[in-house]
């Protein structure tokens, strides 16, 4: 999609219809994906229905982010000798967490990935002048020839920015990252296709105001 035509339909009253391009996914909106947004934006949700509610919209999301993995077909016996022919996970998948909100993600990718590779990128932003940098990152050493979910649960532009100039450092190619988000503005959107159009972003919503309290309701800092 144009950036013109992106900046005009950012006016628009609902963000849902908004295209933003065939890099860019929402989960199927339905009334349980409602249902677990509403909650989590909802001031008066305890820490602990926020962490359960959280993570089932967080699982939602990776399940959906493994669809953009590479597979390769491969066939199996079944226990009684039967041949299946069916899919199994291209090898060199890891994924990097934005610290710290971006690990309350981490958990879902393990439970969907046993063994996978996980990386650290820690950013820190001004109050005042929202302007981030990067303070800390350990990758794995092979990333350039990996494919990544980048995990950070709110997007909102600049702190992502950061993270995939990090990884554009390390040698990652913009095609080969998968942003997986639960809350992401139109405006990061823009600014995020603008600057990395071959970047997939894999989100539940996009709306102007994004709960950017999920981090301390998560971890309990609040």
Not at 97 to 106: D, F, P, V
């Amino acid at each position: 999609m144009e950036p013109d035509i992106i900046h005009d339909s950012l006016k628009k009253e609902n963000y849902e219809d908004i295209d933003f391009g065939s890099n860019f996914i929402r989960l199927k909106a339905n009334d349980n994906v409602r249902e677990l947004q509403t909650v989590l934006r909802d001031r008066s949700t305890s820490r602990s229905d926020f962490v359960f509610y959280a993570d089932r919209l967080i699982r939602l999301v990776v399940e959906e982010g493994l669809n953009q993995l590479p597979y390769r077909e491969c066939q199996v016996t079944t226990p009684t000798g039967c041949k299946y022919d069916g899919l199994a996970y291209e090898k060199g998948n890891c994924c990097v967490s934005i610290m710290r909100s971006g690990e309350a993600m981490e958990q879902s990718v393990r439970d969907c990935c046993r063994s996978i590779r996980i990386g650290k990128i820690l950013i820190h932003s001004d109050e005042d002048t929202h302007d981030a940098r990067v303070v800390y990152s350990k990758l794995p050493p092979d990333i350039a020839n990996r494919k990544v979910l980048l995990l950070y649960p709110i997007g909102t532009g600049n702190t992502v920015i950061k993270a995939l100039n990090v990884l554009k450092e390390n040698k990652v190619e913009e095609r080969n990252v998968v942003l997986l988000n639960l809350f992401i503005t139109p405006q990061a959107v823009k600014a995020l296709i603008d600057k990395f159009p071959d970047l997939t972003i894999l989100t539940s919503e996009v709306h102007p105001v994004a709960p950017n309290h999920f981090g301390q309701k998560y971890f309990g800092t609040a």
